[in-house]
């Protein structure tokens, strides 16, 4: 009897320990999203920004800038199922949604770009937010995986990222 009883109190002590690290990491997580929407700010409310750089230039990066970027942009690589067809599982919309909220979190504590540049990235940003949240939803994973990845898209188009041309 103890052959089976305890193998099994030590599965429940493991799920245990594993239920409360999980939520721990969630909270921690969700409070730096909600500190990037709500802190990370240069420009006044209601005021236009547009995410195109002036006379058809690019806007300029900074060091974290680039890496966040490309953090996510493999994240997106690693996430993405083998069979073109296949849905985005559980385990990868959790991976990709944690590595993109690191690399949110990242970029914002590291960020070097001038307030005309930075209000553009708030509107990336907000796209890149939109989809770490979508993913937590198992109905609206692919749609998570599309706002990550036309961030990506825009980041590309509008922000002079020489590795990525």
């Not at 030590?10 to 969630?26: N, Q």
């Not at 800038?65 to 385990?91: F, H, K, N």
């Amino acid at each position: 009897m103890k052959a089976v009883i305890q193998p099994l109190a030590w599965g429940i002590a493991m799920a245990s320990i594993l239920a409360v690290a999980t939520s721990f990491a969630l909270a921690v997580t969700s409070d730096t999203v909600q500190a990037v929407e709500h802190s990370h700010g240069h420009h006044a409310h209601g005021e236009q920004v547009s995410i195109s750089a002036p006379n058809g230039q690019r806007w300029a990066t900074d060091p974290s800038l680039r890496e966040g970027m490309s953090r996510i942009q493999d994240a997106v690589q690693q996430a993405l199922p083998s069979a073109p067809q296949a849905p985005l599982g559980a385990t990868e919309a959790a991976r990709l949604r944690e590595a993109t909220q690191d690399a949110i979190a990242y970029m914002v504590d590291n960020c070097e770009l001038p307030a005309e540049a930075d209000a553009a990235l708030h509107l990336l940003l907000a796209e890149l937010i939109e989809g770490t949240n979508a993913l937590s939803q198992a109905g609206r994973r692919e749609a998570g995986l599309e706002h990550i990845v036309t961030a990506l898209q825009h980041y590309a188009e509008t922000f002079d990222e020489p590795l990525w041309r």
